[in-house]
């Protein structure tokens, strides 16, 4: 008997909820709006609806901004309110007597489940919070790279356009080095070969006088036959003179030989640290003074000439970085020049380079590669007597110069730490002043360091470096 009836009430327990369950799960979707009660408010997403229920009929229904949120009506006590855009607006119900039985406050916020879902698919591995504010969306959390930003803030901006606030950080390290190498070589190969003849007659009352190259000139024709010093060109290396004299008539030969070879070596390694999205600037050179004319006279205004290099780096995702680069190098050109006033200004001669590129931590890439080559074969000679077979290579000269330029520009990028202060060195960390035993009776220009610092700068700064100081490289 007592089996029996707890099997029995067990048996209306469960009669009992599963008649009570749909009732719960039906009240979920469903307002009921009381009359004579205060301004409700109610919560609609976009493209999203819900049902509400009047406790009496009503005969008039409308609302304030119908591009908010739309109605319909389903029965005289039921309501059906659709979210069309992001913003509030006010439902008004009205009875068959044209009194007022409530006002009701409509939130439509953007569909954040569907915002949600697409965020988790695009970036997994990401922690973003999302939440709402008024009629905007608020992302927060921690984010990996500027790439992986950028997406998650396209995806927001398309439910709610130009409604949307970055409150997200992004992680990882966010400085950048710079490390650039420029390599210059000048390599000139200069020859020339010049003979020249000369004839004049001893005779002062009469005669006729010939010369040709450094021989035809004023000085060296008075100077045949009377033993004076011939005049060469200026920084001539090699030369060889012959002269004799028949009688009246005295004949000189002269042979000059110049070669010059050169080579000229630039190297720069500056090294900056700019953090992401900062722009950097460096100059290893000088500022050249140009006279400018204005208004009241003449100023003078100074473009910079040397090494430079301006960059802006931009870490888009973990270790990849975006890169615009404007490098240059210049120098003064004293073989152009302009009269101003009266002084001469020199022209530049300037090769430089800006690009954009994407590389990986610790990845090299040479942005500039200059490669010129310039050749010149002059032949001066006396006409017709130039021409004649073996005699005329006295009356002829052949100058050759050749000139070759290579530049070359690297780049590597690091990501980098800062470190603690006791860390760093400085090179003069390791020269000590001598005192004047050591100066004068030993002759030493740096003291003997003795002993080794306790601290851990002086136990760096005893080591012996090569590289970069003063950052911890990824």
């Not at 469903?30 to 009496?56: C, F, H």
């Not at 910079?304 to 240059?328: A, C, S, Y």
């Not at 020199?346 to 090299?364: H, I, L, N, P, Y």
């Not at 590597?412 to 006791?422: E, I, S």
Request: glycine share 12%.
């Amino acid at each position: 008997m007592i089996l029996r009836n707890l099997l029995t009430a067990g048996l209306f327990g469960l009669c009992a909820t599963a008649v009570v369950a749909p009732v719960e799960v039906q009240a979920q979707n469903v307002l009921r709006v009381m009359r004579g009660a205060t301004t409700s408010s109610i919560k609609v997403s976009v493209n999203r609806a819900i049902v509400m229920e009047s406790d009496q009929p009503f005969a008039e229904l409308s609302v304030a901004n119908p591009g908010i949120a739309d109605i319909a009506t389903l029965s005289d006590t039921t309501i059906y309110v659709l979210g069309k855009a992001p913003g509030r607006t006010t439902l008004t119900l009205l009875g068959a007597d044209g009194k007022l039985i409530t006002n009701v406050d409509v939130h439509v916020s953007p569909d954040l489940a569907e915002f949600k879902e697409r965020l988790r698919a695009i970036l997994p591995r990401e922690k973003i919070e999302v939440r709402t504010a008024n009629d905007g969306i608020v992302l927060s959390g921690r984010i990996s790279g500027k790439q992986k930003l950028d997406r998650a803030l396209d995806l927001a901006q398309r439910y709610a356009p130009d409604r949307v606030t970055n409150l997200m950080t992004v992680g990882g390290s966010q400085q950048v080095m710079l490390k650039v190498r420029f390599a210059e070589m000048n390599r000139s190969v200069a020859k020339e070969l010049s003979a020249s003849i000369g004839v004049r007659g001893l005779d002062g009352n009469g005669g006729g006088i010939l010369g040709s190259g450094q021989l035809g000139t004023n000085t060296n024709l008075t100077a045949i036959g009377n033993g004076t010093a011939l005049t060469l060109m200026g920084e001539r290396q090699g030369a060889i003179g012959l002269g004799f004299s028949s009688g009246g008539l005295a004949i000189g030969l002269m042979l000059e030989a110049l070669e010059t070879k050169g080579m000229i070596r630039t190297l720069a390694e500056p090294n900056l640290v700019a953090i992401s999205g900062a722009e950097s600037y460096f100059l290893a050179g000088g500022e050249y003074p140009i006279p400018v004319a204005d208004g009241d006279g003449i100023k003078i205004e100074y473009k910079p000439f040397g090494v430079e290099l301006k960059f802006r780096p931009t870490v888009v995702d973990g270790d990849l970085i975006n890169l615009l680069i404007e490098t240059g190098v210049s120098e003064i050109d004293s073989t152009v020049t302009v009269n101003v006033g009266t002084g001469t200004v020199f022209g530049f001669s300037r090769r430089e380079a800006k690009t954009v590129v994407e590389m990986r931590d610790g990845q090299s890439i040479s942005i500039a590669g200059l490669l010129t080559d310039d050749f010149t074969d002059l032949v001066s000679q006396v006409p017709w007597l130039g021409d004649i077979p073996i005699l005329g290579a006295l009356f002829r000269s052949a100058d050759y110069n050749r000139q070759q330029t290579e530049l070359v520009v690297i780049v590597t990028a690091h990501l980098v730490t800062p470190v603690d202060g006791d860390m760093l060195a400085l090179p003069t960390d390791r020269v000590k002043i001598p005192n004047e035993k050591e100066l004068f009776l030993l002759g030493n220009v740096s003291g003997n360091r003795k002993g080794g610092s306790t601290s851990t700068a002086g136990s760096v700064a005893s080591q012996d470096f090569s590289g970069s100081y003063g950052y911890v490289m990824e």
